[in-house]
């Protein structure tokens, strides 16, 4: 079950589990890219408001009614909207709203799913946090960084509260990558991506395919002994002092 599954890293993440022999279920509020994505992978999609309590349980609801059980919740929704900005500009409305869907959106869904995934004493979590829940930065998206900085505290509780259960809850940490949203940002102005750009050690923002496979890891066995980690997949980012030149 991917959540934001019509676009970005959640689309890419959808191909990616299909391609590993996945059923997959697509939450997303875009009903168009969202049932195309289904059709193209043979799978589920359901229109969700991941906000709302009744829509997110009616998402996993659907999904263990089609396939029996649910092993994989990529609880991926997020938005980072140009009004979130410094903390003395950002109005607080918009800091709720960044903080229902980025934050409150995990909390329902973890909430929902976790049931299932306890009754069948098996499942993978994986939360999209993001490297600025472990870094700041001077050009702050105040609600956008204080939400994921929740997001990537709760995975940690829930990794390790059901650690013995056999549900791994992880959060992946994405640094700046090409998707819509980020061209959306910042991409499009050369010297806003630029300053940007300088920080990461590998030269590039990362692509939504590349965080597609940190997250099939996570979602497989191969990750077995791994639960209430932060995986970072930032290009080096959080690891720099002095980039290369």
Excluded at 13 to 31: K, M, Q, W, Y
Excluded at 39 to 56: K, M, N, P, S, W
Aim: charged share 20%; aromatic share 6%.
């Amino acid at each position: 079950m991917v959540t934001g599954g019509a676009s970005g890293i959640g689309l890419a993440t959808v191909r990616r589990l299909a391609d590993e022999g996945a059923h997959v279920v697509i939450g997303d509020l875009d009903a168009a890219s969202g049932e195309q994505a289904a059709t193209e992978v043979g799978g589920l999609f359901v229109r969700t408001d991941v906000t709302q309590a009744h829509d997110v349980a009616a998402l996993f609801h659907a999904a263990h009614d089609r396939f029996g059980r649910i092993d994989i919740a990529f609880n991926n929704a997020g938005i980072s909207p140009p009004e979130d900005d410094s903390i003395l500009d950002t109005d607080i409305d918009v800091w709720r709203t960044v903080q229902e869907v980025n934050l409150t959106s995990v909390y329902l869904c973890c909430k929902a799913v976790l049931p299932y995934m306890l009754e069948q004493g098996k499942g993978s979590i994986i939360n999209t946090a993001s490297f600025v829940a472990t870094m700041a930065a001077a050009t702050s998206q105040i609600s956008y960084t204080a939400s994921k900085g929740g997001v990537l505290a709760m995975s940690r509780e829930l990794g390790v509260q059901f650690a013995r259960s056999g549900v791994r809850v992880n959060a992946v940490s994405p640094g700046p990558v090409n998707t819509p949203l980020l061209e959306e940002l910042f991409a499009k102005d050369p010297e806003r991506a630029a300053r940007r750009l300088v920080h990461i050690p590998v030269g590039r923002f990362g692509e939504a395919e590349e965080i597609a496979a940190a997250v099939a890891f996570l979602a497989s066995d191969d990750s077995s002994f791994i639960t209430a980690s932060n995986f970072l997949v930032d290009g080096g980012i959080t690891g720099a002092y002095v980039t290369p030149l």
